[in-house]
Structure formats: structure tokens, C-alpha cells
């Protein structure tokens, strides 16, 4: 079974095709193109709606046709050799998702094949279920290469960190799962976004921090880890925030400094670098000592055999080793996607549609920018 799948939650627009056949416990990915309007919000330090739809449409009809092009399943795309069509139906930015939504149901119309809605988190999730080895669109590590030979096995945990979820959800098996905690306010990549642009960094700030990180010391600022020790799955990074802030403003009055910023050379800019790559080292340490803390509870008291991440933060290298430390001490199995595969992308929808099977007409299917688990 051949499925094409198309994501355009936000602002990457994504087409993809997976192969597999009933019983496979993992997906052979065959082609990923994903465009993204990333550079573009960069210069407004954000997403700003309007615009990511707009290059949406540029872009949806070019990324579906290289997507089946650059197969060997099939050179036309007038009547390509797939059993379906799967998409993200939400949660998402409206104009983003109208955008993949009504190209499916006119593909789906046109060559007469059903569709699969998926809810843009499971597609997250999802990721884990991709065969990498042997995959030249993949950027894989020796973790993941090690891992490919394993099955996930039920229950799992999953943390989801996004740019707008940070999530934990227990699965059963595939058809069931269940919510159980997430961020009260913001989330973890929102966190880390937040922070980069008070810090000045360049948007999206969640790798920028990584980078600097490694070039500072996680303790040389002691930030609130917020409801580490609470008896709930919930999360809270907004105080985070608002320490850091304050953080930036006492540093800046006692060395009268201006905001640190990246790149300066003279004495005063190596001072505010220092700075910055303490802050961000101080920051991420933060967020993942609170994630890795909740996830390992989690994992602990629903005995877990599996724990999983996935989202863009799981792109994160520290929360990735971390995660695979405390799963090798509780004895359960570690999955983390191929980097590319954390930011959004349509092989984990088209994943997500096969694992979850249920063909629909063009006619029932719509967007939903709320849509939940
Ligand atoms: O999953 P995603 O591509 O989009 C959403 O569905 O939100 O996640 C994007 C988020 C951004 O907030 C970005 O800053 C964060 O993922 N991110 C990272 C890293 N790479 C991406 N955060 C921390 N460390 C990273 N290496
Ligand atoms: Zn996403």
C-alpha cells in the first residue's frame, strides 16, 4: 500500500509517500520534500498568519509533484500509483491548513482516491515509526540506526514538544491513547522562541539557544524549573520567561551592558556573548531538566516499556541524550525520529494515516484549527 501525504499546518508545507503493507510494524519512507517560510518570519521575529498561507499556495503544487516525481512508483502525476491521500486536518493556522485540506479533496476528487484526516500531533508522534537506515533524505545517529531493529512495545510514553504543544501521552497500542498532561501556558518551544527574541536572537530561537549553549554553563544562572516536583503530567514556561527577563535587565545594569547580542566583536560584545551563551546554556538546561523530570515520572508510575519523543524541541540534543540516559536507568526502551523528521513534516502524517487507517470521501473531510487528541 502506497500512501501520498501533505501537511501545511503552519509554515512549512509538506509532501511525502510511505510504503508498507498490513502487519509491517514500521513505514518505508520513498520521497519528503518539505518547503518552509521559516526565513521569512524570521525577519518579523514570528509567524504572522497571513503570510504563511500566502507561501502555502505558492508552494503546495511544486512539493506534491516532486514528492511523486522523485519515486520510481510512478513518473505521472495525472494518475500517480497511490491507495490514498492523507492530511493534516488541524490543529493548525487556518489559511495554512485550508491551503493542504482543499488540495487533497481536489487530488482526491480527480484521481478517485479516499483520504485520511489526521490530527497534526498524532502525525508527531508518528515519526517514530519511519524505517531511517539506508535513508539518504534523513539525517540519522548512531541512536536512531541502534533502534531501527526495535519495535516499539506497549504501553509508551510520548512527549510531545512543539513549537505549540508539550504534551505526554500514554499508548496503549495504536488505537488507544491518552492525554495525560500538558502545558498549562506556554509551550516548551514557545519557551525557548520567547526567550531567543528577548535575548535577540534570530528567529526560531529553539535552535539559536542550542547553538550558544554549547558555548556556556548551565549553572551559571540558577532559573525556575516551574512545577517540577507538582503531582501532575502539567507543564508551565511562561515564569521562566519573566526570570529571564528580569535576569537580562539586572546583568545589563550591573556590567552596563547593552541587551546582549550575538556576533558583536569589540570587548563590551565578547562580554555580552558570554552572556548570552550562559543564558541560553541556563535556559535549556531549565526547560529540559522539567521535561525529562515529568516524562520519567510518567514512564515510572504507568510501568512503560517504551518512552518516545517528538516536535520540533525533540530535536534538541540535550533532551535527547537525557531522555535516553534515565530510559537506559528505568530499563525501557528510547525512540527518538531522524532530526528532520522532528520539525513538521508530511512523512510522519503519512505515517500516522497508515498506522490509523480509516479511508474517507473528499465530501467528510474538513479543516480544524482546534481540533484535539
Ligand atoms: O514541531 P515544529 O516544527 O512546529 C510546531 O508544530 O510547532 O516545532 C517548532 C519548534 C520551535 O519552537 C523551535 O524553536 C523548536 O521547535 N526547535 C528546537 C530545536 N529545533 C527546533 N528547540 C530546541 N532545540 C532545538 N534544537
Ligand atoms: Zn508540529
Given at each position: 500500500m502506497r500512501i501520498l501525504g501533505i501537511e501545511t499546518s503552519c509554515d512549512e508545507t509538506g509532501a511525502a509517500v510511505i510504503e508498507g503493507e498490513p502487519g509491517d510494524t514500521k513505514v518505508k519512507l520513498l520521497s519528503n520534500v518539505v518547503a518552509?517560510?521559516?526565513?521569512?518570519?524570521?525577519?518579523?521575529?514570528?509567524?504572522?498568519?497571513?503570510?504563511?498561507?500566502?507561501?502555502?499556495?505558492?508552494y503546495i503544487i511544486p512539493v506534491i509533484e516532486k514528492a511523486l516525481t522523485t519515486t520510481n512508483i510512478s513518473q505521472s502525476t495525472t494518475n500517480p500509483s497511490i491507495d490514498a491521500i492523507a492530511v493534516t486536518v488541524g490543529p493548525g493556522l487556518i489559511g495554512s491548513?485550508?491551503?493542504?485540506?482543499?488540495t487533497a479533496k481536489t487530488l482526491a476528487y480527480v484521481w478517485k482516491k479516499p483520504i485520511i484526516p489526521v490530527n497534526h500531533l498524532i502525525g508527531h508522534i508518528y515519526a517514530n515509526w519511519i524505517l531511517t537506515t539506508n535513508n539518504s533524505q534523513l539525517t540519522t545517529t548512531p541512536l536512531e540506526i541502534s533502534n531501527q531493529k526495535l519495535e516499539v512495545a506497549f504501553p509508551a510514553i510520548v512527549l510531545i514538544v512543539s513549537g505549540g504543544h508539550t504534551d505526554l501521552v500514554l499508548m496503549k497500542n495504536h488505537k488507544q491513547h491518552r492525554w495525560i498532561g500538558g502545558t498549562r501556558d506556554d509551550a516548551a518551544g514557545e519557551a525557548f522562541d520567547k526567550i531567543g527574541r528577548l535575548l535577540e536572537l534570530p528567529y526560531p530561537g529553539g535552535p539559536v539557544i542550542a547553538k550558544l549553549a554549547e558555548k556556556g554553563n548551565p549553572k551559571a544562572f540558577s532559573f525556575p524549573r516551574p512545577m517540577i516536583d507538582s503531582s501532575d503530567f502539567d507543564f508551565s514556561f511562561s515564569g521562566l520567561k519573566t526570570a529571564v527577563l528580569r535576569e537580562?535587565?539586572?546583568q545589563a545594569t550591573i556590567n552596563d551592558l547593552p541587551a546582549p547580542r550575538v556576533g558583536a566583536e569589540s570587548e563590551t560584545g565578547r562580554q555580552g556573548h558570554r552572556l548570552t551563551a550562559n543564558l541560553s546554556a541556563s535556559v535549556q538546561q531549565a526547560i529540559v531538566d522539567v521535561l525529562v523530570a515529568k516524562t520519567t515520572k510518567a514512564a515510572q508510575k504507568h510501568k512503560v516499556k517504551s518512552m518516545l519523543i517528538?516536535?520540533?524541541v525533540a530535536a534538541n540534543e540535550l533532551l535527547r541524550h537525557q531522555l535516553e540516559v534515565r530510559s537506559q536507568e528505568l530499563g525501557v526502551i528510547f525512540f527518538a525520529p531522524a532530526k528532520n523528521l522532528c520539525t513538521d513534516n508530511a512523512a510522519m502524517i503519512t505515517t500516522a494515516a497508515f498506522f490509523h487507517y480509516k479511508p474517507l470521501s473528499w465530501q467528510q473531510i474538513t479543516a480544524d484549527p482546534g481540533l484535539h487528541f
Open positions: 518552509s517560510s521559516l526565513s521569512l518570519h524570521a525577519k518579523t521575529g514570528g509567524i504572522v498568519p497571513e503570510v504563511a498561507a500566502r507561501e502555502q499556495v505558492k491548513l485550508l491551503v493542504g485540506v482543499e537580562v535587565k539586572n517528538s516536535g520540533g
